[in-house]
């Protein structure tokens, strides 16, 4: 007789352990104005549970720390790149497999070879990187996501899905300036949303007509995959590998950050069909990341991501993933703390928008929140708000479309009683939410601003 359990164990056995430094309010609160008010600028030791990012974060396995030692480091031609080679093909099998050091590597080389003044990018949402590589090379970042996506509270399950009549309009009107459609999977900006299968056949059809090349930000497609294989009619029977695989024969080529579902501490890669394109950003690759069969990384590195690459599109692993986290997202939710529902597959985005409602934008409520996280419970998160995507290209500034504060999940890192832990700290924050008060940038750099600028606490 069969029996369902409502508990969540984690698939796997702990091997290894790290410390944790206990910190008490006292330390958090001067480690935090140390820092500038800047979660970014504290030192890891400081925080208790690191939920600022999901990339590069997470534990390795077994498996991954083994194939380590089969890493060969000769400059070129090493046998763990043609190891690293086969495995992402096996996925995502693109013509030119081009490795760099990170996500935002790939990008500054594709951008740097199809970017320019009054060009135009559209995406579902930019993130950071992506954005700020965009607008680095003088093209415009456009952000085509559907209404819903803008929404918080709004259910829908892809939320993340590109606005298909926008794209269609835009390309109808200015095909030539757009030298590449994106779409990000999932989408981070958004909440962690996905993005269905149908939509993504449906943004490749459209740009197939225009003629522009389709390039998918992949570094979250085995989450994407899941929510396909979960929620989308048609696909349950399917594996999660040929979704992915589907998913990539749709599309032009990618970037891809492994430190995200490939369960890298390192890496990523840029990828294409296009002959003459490939070329090129090798060119720059060669100038600024490395030999081709490297691309700023170890052979220890390709044969860690390589290995990942079989474990990120494992079903046991991906329903522990996502469920998970919608562990601490519906538990938050049934305490009455606002967050973008439904709950994405990295991370619980909380509503800071509807949670410091007294506070306005251009305070930074979204910072003020993640501050309160840290001070109160030791937790770092991060803001993706008025502070990251705020000031625009011409220097100004003004609100973002949702002022959020992400908890994102490193995989296989934390466990339940972690968890347990952040939902009474985010609960009590929470309820004290009013007696919080905004915060003023007092020292901001010229371009990704909210990795290294520094605050100062307004009078509440």
């Not at 500054?108 to 700020?132: E, Q, S």
């Not at 390192?266 to 069969?293: S, V, Y």
């Not at 309160?372 to 708000?385: D, P, Q």
């Not at 009683?417 to 007696?435: F, G, K, R, W």
């Amino acid at each position: 007789m069969g029996h369902s359990f409502r508990t969540i164990i984690e698939p796997f056995r702990i091997h290894s352990v790290e410390p944790l430094r206990m910190t008490t309010a006292e330390d958090r609160s001067a480690a935090i104005e140390q820092s500038g008010f800047n979660l970014f600028n504290l030192h890891a030791e400081d925080v208790l549970i690191d939920l600022l990012t999901d990339s590069g974060t997470g534990a390795m396995s077994r498996d991954q720390w083994a194939a380590i030692q089969h890493g060969d480091e000769s400059y070129a031609g090493s046998p763990s790149w043609f190891r690293f080679e086969a495995a992402v093909k096996d996925l995502f099998p693109f013509e030119h497999i081009i490795p760099t050091h990170q996500g935002r590597a790939a990008e500054k080389i594709l951008f740097t070879v199809v970017g320019g003044a009054d060009k135009i990018v559209p995406n579902n949402t930019h993130f950071d990187t992506t954005r700020a590589n965009v607008e680095a090379s003088g093209a415009e970042a456009r952000d085509l996501v559907i209404s819903e996506g803008h929404d918080a509270a709004t259910i829908h399950p892809f939320k993340g899905n590109m606005d298909l009549d926008a794209l269609d309009a835009l390309l109808a009107e200015r095909a030539s300036d757009v030298p590449v459609v994106f779409l990000t999977i999932t989408n981070n900006s958004g909440g962690g949303q996905p993005v269905s299968l149908a939509n993504i056949r449906g943004v490749s059809e459209i740009c197939r007509r225009y003629g522009v090349p389709f390039f998918l930000d992949a570094c979250r497609f085995a989450e994407n995959a899941w929510f396909i294989h979960e929620r989308e009619a048609g696909q349950g029977d399917r594996t999660i590998a040929d979704i992915v695989r589907e998913i990539a024969s749709l599309a032009d080529g990618m970037t891809m950050s492994a430190k995200k579902d490939p369960f890298g501490n390192i890496g990523g890669w840029l990828a294409m069909n296009d002959d003459a394109l490939a070329e090129n950003c090798r060119n720059i690759l060669i100038l600024t990341e490395g030999f081709p069969t490297y691309g700023g990384l170890a052979g220890r590195d390709l044969e860690a991501i390589a290995q990942g690459l079989k474990e990120a599109v494992h079903p046991d692993y991906l329903r522990y993933r996502i469920r998970s986290t919608a562990y601490l997202g519906d538990a938050l939710d049934a305490a009455g703390v606002p967050v973008v529902k439904p709950i994405g597959g990295h991370a619980v985005y909380l509503d800071a928008k509807a949670l410091l409602g007294h506070v306005p934008a251009l305070e930074y409520p979204g910072q003020s929140l993640a501050i309160a996280l840290y001070k109160v419970g030791g937790i770092r998160s991060c803001e993706i708000g008025t502070v990251m995507f705020g000031r625009q290209p011409d220097g100004s500034e003004k609100p973002a479309a949702m002022e959020l504060v992400r908890l994102a999940i490193p995989r296989r890192t934390y466990t339940q009683s972690h968890i347990d832990y952040v939902i009474e700290v985010v609960t009590a924050v929470a309820n004290d939410a009013a007696a919080l008060s905004g915060y003023r940038m007092v020292h901001e750099p010229a371009a990704l601003r909210h990795f290294t600028a520094r605050y100062e606490p307004l009078a509440s």
